[in-house]
């Protein structure tokens, strides 16, 4: 045999022996998809758990030298907790005063003769926001006569809108052009409804709508005959 023979041969044998082992590598991987084993279950999982426990031992880096920072570095960490507990403080002020934003409406006159003679203000509460788009109306939820009149459940006032009410400001209303009493006629006991609708102008970039209504009773049995806040007490 030749040695061109030989080498023949031994090229032949070579190509046998790698289509042997892809055949049993690829006969391996076959049995490990369909009948994974243990440790290769544990070798896919810990390729997963490796990122994790990267970003887990730069994320408590992080907060070691955060702790150091503060540690060294205390007089600028209590100028920040006090920067950030005045922004805290002045947004709840800010807030509370918003909120505490309303009117007052109050009867500050009475006529004996007729109860709706007078006006009823209509009082700004609020030092700082002015109201805009201020609507009222005058209600009567009982009223009874000396000549047995009677009426319930009316609201016999609607105003026009009235533009703004400045901050402070007070505005009179008047109730009196739908009733009218004759010679002799006397209210005995009555109940009137004042409500309320505006909006509060928050630095003229939000507007609050608000509602609000106020009861008065008349005290006809006084020797001063006057509307009292609220209802009363039989």
């Known amino acids: 045999m030749g040695s061109s023979e030989r080498r023949r041969h031994q090229r032949q044998a070579r190509r046998n022996a790698a289509r042997s082992k892809d055949n049993f590598t690829a006969k391996t991987k076959d049995r490990e998809i369909s009948n994974p084993s243990p440790f290769s279950t544990f070798v896919s999982a810990s390729r997963w758990a490796k990122p994790m426990m990267a970003a887990a031992r730069l994320m408590r880096l992080r907060v070691c030298n955060l702790l150091c920072w503060i540690w060294n570095d205390k007089a600028l960490v209590v100028t920040w907790l006090l920067r950030i507990t005045t922004v805290i403080s002045f947004s709840y ?99 009137a409804v004042i409500s309320v609708d505006y909006e ?35």
């Open 93 to 191: 002020l800010i807030y509370d005063r918003i909120y505490e934003t309303g009117v007052t409406i109050s009867a500050a006159a009475s006529d004996p003769k007729n109860p709706f003679y007078f006006p009823f203000a209509i009082i700004n509460n609020s030092h700082i926001f002015e109201i805009m788009h201020i609507k009222y109306n005058c209600g009567i939820e009982n009223l009874k006569t000396n000549n047995n009149f009677s009426l319930s459940r009316v609201g016999f006032v609607v105003s026009n809108e009235f533009p703004r009410l400045d901050a402070g400001g007070i505005l009179n209303i008047s109730c009196k052009r739908a009733l009218g009493f004759g010679n002799g006629v006397s209210v005995v006991s009555a109940v």
């Open 200 to 234: 509060t102008n928050i630095f003229s970039l939000y507007s609050l709508k608000r509602h609000q209504e106020m009861k008065f009773t008349w005290a006809a049995d006084t020797s001063n005959p006057q509307w009292i806040r609220g209802e009363m007490v039989p």
